[in-house]
């Protein structure tokens, strides 16, 4: 990374970090791979540190989730090795859809592709992670056996996604990830899911909007990018 690129990604992290402006992100990093507006209201509000957005299919959760994961990346590129983020779903199909899409968005940005992630940097066996070039990671993981392969670790971003159908989400979310939380003072988790109903995933966001964190719905006819 030369000093011309470093400076952009400065500029464009401090925006987001003061003004709560994603738009110089988007522009200049991610090389005009523009959020939808619903989608980027999520992007500017979600600053608690535990947010629920409550999408139906299509609104483009993946996305957002995959921009904050390099958003925290690309924040903490100093901490090197230390820093670790986690992308966690209820299979690890639906984990690696995050991964996939980072992988889209850093090969599409003219200042990312072809040094923040090296080559064999993303892989999906015998453990789903994105190893960048400071030596931070991505990993991968599912929920089951209430997400004991998260147990023990630290990291300084979380999304969780695809959730709804999540039995034990209230013991995951107190017991197993807001732990992971506690290494960076910026810390944050976000939760998506398509809703199902009156379920876990419906229990924790109530709490999550209780306590003042930023929780959204979205309709799929918000994404004008896909066919309605």
Avoid at 79 to 96: C, F, M, P, R
């Amino acid at each position: 990374m030369n000093d011309k690129i470093a400076k952009l990604i400065l500029f464009a992290i401090d925006k987001i970090d003061k003004e709560r402006d994603w738009l110089p992100f988007e522009d200049l990093i991610l090389g005009g791979q523009f959020s939808h507006a619903g989608q980027m209201e999520y992007l500017v509000k979600s600053v608690s540190r535990e947010n629920g957005l409550h999408a139906g299919n299509g609104f483009g959760k993946t996305s957002i989730f995959a921009r904050k994961h390099l958003y925290y990346i690309l924040k903490h590129f100093l901490n090197g090795a230390k820093y670790k983020t986690l992308s966690v779903a209820i299979t690890q199909d639906q984990a690696e859809l995050v991964q996939d899409e980072i992988i889209s968005l850093v090969s599409k940005s003219p200042l990312l592709s072809g040094w923040l992630i090296p080559a064999n940097g993303s892989v999906k066996f015998p453990h789903a992670k994105i190893r960048y070039s400071t030596g931070a990671i991505t990993e991968f993981k599912t929920t089951k056996k209430k997400g004991e392969s998260i147990e023990g670790k630290e990291y300084g971003y979380i999304s969780a996604d695809e959730l709804a159908l999540e039995t034990y989400l209230e013991f995951i979310r107190e017991k197993i990830l807001l732990p992971r939380l506690r290494a960076w003072r910026d810390s944050q988790i976000d939760y998506g899911a398509t809703p199902k109903g009156f379920t876990a995933f419906y229990r924790v966001i109530k709490i999550i909007e209780r306590a003042g964190g930023y929780v959204r719905g979205g309709s799929s006819y918000e994404n004008p990018h896909i066919d309605h």
